[in-house]
């Protein structure tokens, strides 16, 4: 028997809606996710998306104006996912020296264990490295109280943030070619921690310490 207190216009109701429309927008998001992984392009058609979102065609415009706004989202969700992964790992360092170490090697193991994010990461992640969310933001809270504790030596935490972000994804992309091992992350890890201005040996420890496990 219905519930009379659940029309339309009753709470129950709009919380289903919208509980509806978020997943809805999410399967959105996970198709363009999995193109973007794929190809690294945003040329597939809006009935691609929909197919492999499995909604339909006009679905689509109640949740995006446009692919790029999807693509966009899609990028900014795979880094707020990223980002939320390394916090989750990192949140027991106090060092912000030894988290950047640690935010490096480990998103090279990445490429094994979440190929997505690394993908999307790889392809698309340098322009969105000043977004509200996702790996930038995150950085530079890192790089800022590395500088305000002394650890790091620089001028500007967003020339910081440009220089580190750079070498992250450049590292993804050799690894892309030559399938690195976890040397190549330490490595990159020691000069990342020397550029921000420890000192040789004490970047070669940090960079070299046992991991934490990723999830």
């Known amino acids: 028997m219905p519930n009379k207190l659940d029309t339309?216009?009753?709470?129950?109701?709009?919380?289903?809606?919208e509980r509806r429309r978020?997943?809805?927008?999410?399967?959105?998001?996970a198709?363009?996710?999995?193109?973007l992984a794929e190809t690294g392009e945003t040329s597939a058609s809006i009935q691609e998306i929909a197919d492999r979102a499995d909604v339909g065609f006009g679905t689509f415009y109640n949740h995006f104006e446009t692919k790029n706004d999807l693509f966009d989202a899609a990028v900014g969700d795979t880094l707020e996912e990223y980002g939320q992964l390394l916090d989750?790992?990192?949140?027991?360092?106090?060092?912000?020296?030894?988290?950047?170490?640690?935010s490096v090697r480990l998103t090279l193991r990445l490429a094994a264990s979440h190929p997505e994010i690394t993908q999307i990461l790889r392809l698309r992640g340098l322009p969105h490295i000043n977004a509200p969310t996702g790996l930038?933001?995150?950085?530079?809270?890192d790089l800022e109280v590395g500088k305000a504790s002394g650890r790091f030596t620089f001028e500007d935490p967003l020339v910081a943030l440009s220089a580190v972000g750079g070498a992250l994804i450049g590292?993804?992309?050799?690894?892309a070619a030559r399938d690195l091992d976890a040397a190549a992350g330490e490595q990159m890890a020691e000069m990342i921690l020397?550029?921000?201005?420890?000192?040789?040996?004490?970047?070669h420890e940090i960079s070299t310490r046992p991991l934490p496990e990723l999830p």
């Open 136 to 141: 930038g933001p995150r950085a530079l809270r």
């Open 31 to 35: 198709a363009a996710r999995q193109i």
């Open 88 to 102: 989750s790992v990192t949140e027991g360092i106090d060092d912000p020296a030894a988290v950047f170490a640690a």
């Open 22 to 29: 978020a997943r809805t927008r999410q399967a959105l998001i």
């Open 8 to 17: 339309p216009d009753s709470p129950a109701s709009a919380n289903r809606f």
């Open 171 to 175: 590292l993804l992309q050799l690894n």
């Open 194 to 203: 020397r550029m921000l201005g420890l000192p040789a040996g004490e970047a």
